[in-house]
T-cell receptor, first 112, second 116 residues
Framework: KQEVTQIPAALSVPEGENLVLNCSFTDSAIYNLQWFRQDPGKGLTSLLLIQSSQREQTSGRLNASLDKSSGRSTLYIAASQPGDSATYLCAVIYNQGGKLIFGQGTELSVKP | EAEVAQSPRYKITEKSQAVAFWCDPISGHATLYWYRQILGQGPELLVQFQDESVVDDSQLPKDRFSAERLKGVDSTLKIQPAELGDSAMYLC??????????????FGPGTRLTVL
């Protein structure tokens, strides 16, 4: 079964810290991987999309890496801010045109 | 900036009642998705449309759920009868390209369903 796992389920850090969120997937033959942000009670906002041929993508203070051979992706957030507090979801697509398979998310809290 | 619209935002119903959710994707987006997200979990795809055609409904409980996208634009998801376990956030998403592409999916704000 193709599964996506995110650990930890929750993370609390002080403002200004650099942090890493982890995502693992059971089948390394992915087509692409996306990181999303979800604020409480809201929909999802796409942060970064990494194609299977890429190793990383960057947007502002966010950097996502992909290691297909180990079945892992990380989302690095630099200089965290209270406004970064949200749930971060990782999702993979295994086939072109296929559906997104989501992890359960990591709830991040950045304390002022 | 164009957005995916969903209504209602919140719905409370009693079990055995019928409920319906509406989604209007970003203009020009050919692919539309309905996801269900149980509290504390990631979203799970219920149904995917390419224009007006269903391309994946393998996880849709067809005995009680139905979905349509008659003119290939907006879409309705219906539950009849609702059960307690249907309480969840129902998310709609759309993407620009056709079935054999994996453009970024844009999500609406969701409909929070509570079944009493």
């Amino acid at each position: 079964k193709q599964e996506v796992t995110q650990i930890p389920a929750a993370l609390s850090v002080p403002e200004g810290e650099n942090l890493v969120l982890n995502c693992s997937f059971t089948d390394s033959a992915i087509y692409n991987l996306q990181w999303f942000r979800q604020d409480p009670g809201k929909g999802l906002t796409s942060l970064l999309l990494i194609q299977s041929s890429q190793r990383e993508q960057t947007s502002g203070r966010l950097n996502a890496s992909l290691d297909k051979s180990s079945g892992r992706s990380t989302l690095y957030i630099a200089a965290s801010q209270p406004g970064d507090s949200a749930t971060y979801l990782c999702a993979v697509i295994y086939n072109q045109g296929g559906k997104l398979i989501f992890g359960q998310g990591t709830e991040l809290s950045v304390k002022p | 900036e164009a957005e995916v619209a969903q209504s209602p935002r919140y719905k409370i119903t009693e079990k055995s009642q019928a409920v319906a959710f509406w989604c209007d994707p970003i203009s020009g987006h050919a692919t539309l998705y309905w996801y269900r997200q149980i509290l504390g979990q990631g979203p799970e795809l219920l149904v995917q449309f390419q224009d007006e055609s269903v391309v994946d409904d393998s996880q849709l409980p067809k005995d009680r759920f139905s979905a349509e996208r008659l003119k290939g634009v907006d879409s309705t998801l219906k539950i009849q009868p609702a059960e307690l376990g249907d309480s969840a956030m129902y998310l709609c998403a759309s993407s620009l390209a056709g079935r054999f592409s994996t453009d970024t999916q844009y999500f609406g704000p969701g409909t929070r369903l509570t079944v009493l």
